[in-house]
């Protein structure tokens, strides 16, 4: 009889593993933070004075105009850091966090599209409504079937990894 | 999913790239915010009252320095709410202002829950030795101008000037003092006489401020209040002063009373750009109309100042 000439090993693509997107995503907060958003360390330690508790520093800032200062920086951090994601993920499909981890980023219909990569990082904005994505996403990666964030539903975004069946 | 596989190059340029572009946004923050954030650690607060003490920001005083007292009192408020400062350094480089702005600024030092310090540098006289008196210790150089506790409302009157040109003043009021003080006519003995009652009536309640900021004795103060000025080192045997020298001596004084290394921070009105491209077209706008103004309802002259 003849055999079946069939490869050795066999690949599929699944859903990553939740402890890999978490270690992929920790690793890419240190990298912005360490490069991207090493600029505005230095203002926010400046513009927040030793020794406060937050309910000082809460008390100091409210009403003044460093509130606002405030504001437009970490709405400027929160654009960079959406910046990095897309033009990583809309170029390769992967961030470093995501490289270091195998992890990649796929569309649940064939190619990604811009609007889909800059909705799936939406709670990077630190306006209501996103911020109540920072409970839910999580919430939804943990308890979905898929490990899909609320906000990679929304975008029709799903982060793989490749399975290999030996 | 892609199959592009990953490049680090691409990687890291886009790294440095929003790098970069944050360098660049921080700048702009910084500019339009006119925030400077090097400065706002510290524990001892220095605001600079400097030129004449003013009431209002927009004054008339286009190239001249000004020390507005909204501005000086909200730097002093937050001084004072900032648990880091615990104590305040006024450098005082002023011939005074107005009798008003000067004691707006004095009971917002008096206020302040920390130790306060005034600095008198080349000059501190008149409604800025009021604010100096107001603070918990008054230092000031040997050759600095001090002191000058009194009123004064001069003014220049033009009714001779008028006549040479063949002009009238049309007096039409309601009221028999409204025009008093206006330069278009000769003042009446009698508004003299009002006039000279209430620059005795605010000097007397200067002087009465000063001293009970000095612990002085009224015959004390009225040996001093007589709009004399006077060199640091005289104003330090009248008790108008508590030590002479410069910032040393002033920081020596803090660090001795809160046993603290001092580390002071220039507490400042720092205008961002926005704020400044908008202060030049407002002032330019508001000179405008004031000419205009002034042109048709042309006011009194009179300013009562320290």
Do not use: C
């Not at chain 1, 000082?56 to 400027?76: D, K, L, P, Q, V």
């Not at chain 2, 886009?14 to 923050?29: Q, S, T």
């Not at chain 2, 910084?30 to 600079?48: Q, T």
């Not at chain 2, 104590?87 to 306060?116: C, D, L, M, Q, W």
């Amino acid at each position: 009889m003849k055999r079946l000439d069939l490869p050795k090993e066999r690949q599929f693509i699944g859903p990553a593993l939740v402890w890999k997107r978490i270690a992929a995503f920790l690793i890419d907060m240190m990298i912005l933070n360490l490069i991207v958003l090493f600029p505005f360390r230095k203002l926010f330690q400046s513009m927040l004075p030793k020794e406060y508790s937050f309910s000082e520093a809460y008390n100091s800032f409210a009403g003044t105009m460093s509130a606002s200062y405030i504001s437009w920086i970490s709405f400027a951090m929160s654009v960079l850091a959406i910046l990095y994601f897309f033009m990583l993920e809309r170029k390769m499909s992967q961030t470093i966090g995501k490289r270091l981890m195998r992890l990649y980023v796929a569309g649940d219909k064939g190619k990604l599209k811009a609007w889909q990569l800059l909705a799936r990082n939406i709670a990077f904005i630190p306006i209501f409504p996103f911020i109540l994505l920072w409970v839910l996403d999580p919430l939804f990666m943990v308890f979905s079937k898929t490990n899909q964030r609320l906000s990679e539903i929304l975008s029709k975004t799903r982060v793989v990894e490749k399975y290999s069946l030996d | 999913m892609e199959k592009s596989g990953f490049r680090w190059g691409y990687a890291i340029f886009v790294l440095f790239f929003l790098a970069l572009i944050g360098f660049i946004a921080v700048g702009f923050i910084s500019l339009f915010a006119g925030v400077d954030v090097e400065d706002l650690n510290g524990n001892v607060a220095m605001i600079p009252i400097e030129g004449i003490i003013v009431g209002t920001d927009d004054s008339d005083l286009l190239f001249e320095s000004a020390a507005a007292s909204p501005d000086i009192i909200e730097l002093i408020e937050k001084a004072d709410e900032n648990p880091n400062i615990k104590a305040i350094i006024f450098e005082i480089n002023s011939p005074g202002g107005s009798a008003v702005a000067s004691e707006e600024i004095a009971n917002a030092v008096k206020k302040v829950n920390k130790t306060t310090v005034a600095w008198i540098r080349e000059a501190g006289a008149s409604g800025a030795y009021w604010i100096a008196s107001s603070a918990d210790h008054v230092v000031a150089n040997r050759v600095s101008i001090t002191g000058s506790i009194g009123v004064i409302a001069s003014y220049l009157e033009f009714p001779g000037f008028l006549d040479r040109y063949n002009l009238t003043y049309r007096r039409l009021v309601s009221g028999k003092y409204k025009d008093i003080g206006s330069p278009l006519k000769e003042m009446t003995p009698e508004e003299e006489e009002i006039f000279q009652k209430n620059l005795d009536l605010i000097r007397d309640y200067f002087a009465g401020e000063v001293a009970k900021n000095r612990n002085m004795s009224k015959k004390d103060i009225d040996k001093v209040a007589n709009g004399l000025f006077y060199l640091g080192v005289q104003a330090k045997e009248l008790g108008l002063v508590d030590e002479l020298g410069g910032k040393d001596e002033a920081i020596a004084y803090i660090e001795n009373k809160e046993k603290i290394k001092a580390e002071v921070v220039e507490y400042k009105t720092d205008k961002g750009l926005l704020e400044l491209l908008g202060d030049v077209s407002s002032r330019q706008s508001f000179f405008v109309g004031k000419g205009i103004g002034s042109s048709l309802f042309g006011s009194s002259a009179l300013k009562i100042s320290t």
